[in-house]
């Protein structure tokens, strides 16, 4: 496996950009283009390329800003900030809150925790389960 330099980028099928220079380099399985015009090159792959903004509408559809809570229809289906925004609601000095790896811990960080509120968290080894054994030792 080669490394590439930095500032370049490779393409599952073989191709590599090499962006660090004035001049634009493509490297593709077969000859080594060199001083290619970058906007011309840009246009040319524009052409080529399908848009997706699948990503774009998955963040959008569950980004809230923070101090805004959006109104919901009882009848849409229930998405994160909504959960959270009921969880929010129920945690307490009196409340420990255990959250799980990835998206869950994530979505946590975000929870405003009052004073005394305990907060659990495993982040380290990403192991899924671990709120299992957490949760029997709170109880």
């Not at 496996?1 to 490779?10: E, G």
Request: net charge positive; aromatic share 10%; hydrophobic share 30%.
């Amino acid at each position: 496996m080669s490394m590439l330099p930095p500032n370049s980028v490779s393409s599952s099928m073989g191709t590599h950009l090499n962006l660090s220079s004035n001049d634009l380099r493509v490297q593709t399985r077969y000859p080594l283009f060199r001083e290619v015009i970058r906007i011309n090159f840009l246009k040319s792959l524009s052409k080529r390329l399908k848009c997706n903004i699948t990503a774009y509408e998955n963040y959008h559809r569950g980004y809230v800003p923070e101090g805004q809570s959006p109104k919901s229809d009882p009848k849409e289906p229930l998405r994160v900030y909504v959960l959270f925004q009921h969880i929010q609601k129920m945690v307490s000095s009196e409340t420990g809150v255990i959250a799980e790896t990835r998206d869950s811990w994530f979505n946590c960080q975000k929870l405003k925790l009052p004073r005394g509120c305990r907060y659990e968290f495993q982040l380290q080894y990403g192991s899924i389960g671990w709120l299992v054994g957490v949760t029997l030792g709170y109880a």
